[in-house]
């Protein structure tokens, strides 16, 4: 199957659920973008646009946990990164839905697919290294 955005093992952070939610966030972005190239309707766009946010937003919550879990000291820098994030991912999409041709979809895939790829890459690395590096301050449910 055609992928416009291939994932590439480089961005794995060594963390299963953390590494699969990535590349379910990849696939997302790819239906996305096959569906506009495919001419689906405004509902479906509209559709894979909210299951999107509504998995990113459970990404980002895992993430989350995890960081304050071993209390991860730039937590809060990286939590604004995610709430900056789908506050313009929901805006975008409540564009879409108010006029779908304001919305250029294939310009959208590209802004999330470069958000991603450079979020793993700087902010949720220098995480995974800390937490390899520190056990976790509250290890006693383990």
């Given at each position: 199957?055609?992928?416009?955005?291939?994932?590439?093992?480089?961005?794995?952070?060594?963390?299963?659920d953390i590494d699969?939610?990535?590349?379910?966030?990849?696939?997302?972005?790819?239906?996305?973008?096959?569906?506009?190239?495919?001419?689906?309707?405004?509902?479906?766009?509209?559709?894979?646009?909210?299951?999107?946010?509504?998995?990113?937003s459970t990404h980002?919550?895992?993430?989350?946990?995890?960081?304050?879990?071993?209390?991860?000291?730039?937590?809060?820098?990286?939590?604004?990164?995610?709430?900056?994030?789908?506050?313009?991912?929901?805006?975008?999409?409540?564009?879409?839905?108010?006029?779908?041709?304001?919305?250029?979809?294939?310009?959208?895939?590209?802004?999330?697919?470069?958000?991603?790829?450079?979020?793993?890459?700087?902010?949720?690395?220098?995480?995974?290294?800390?937490?390899?590096?520190?056990?976790?301050?509250?290890?006693?449910?383990?």
């Amino acid at each position: 199957m055609y992928e416009k955005f291939d994932w590439d093992d480089r961005l794995l952070t060594g963390i299963k659920d953390i590494d699969n939610d990535h590349i379910k966030l990849f696939s997302f972005i790819n239906n996305l973008l096959r569906e506009a190239e495919g001419n689906k309707s405004h509902a479906v766009i509209s559709a894979t646009i909210s299951e999107l946010i509504d998995y990113a937003s459970t990404h980002f919550e895992r993430e989350e946990n995890y960081m304050e879990k071993w209390g991860y000291p730039d937590f809060e820098q990286h939590q604004a990164q995610h709430i900056s994030l789908t506050e313009e991912v929901i805006e975008i999409a409540e564009n879409f839905e108010k006029d779908p041709g304001s919305v250029d979809i294939e310009w959208f895939a590209e802004f999330l697919i470069d958000w991603l790829i450079h979020h793993i890459n700087v902010r949720d690395l220098a995480y995974v290294e800390f937490l390899k590096s520190h056990p976790p301050e509250d290890s006693s449910d383990e």
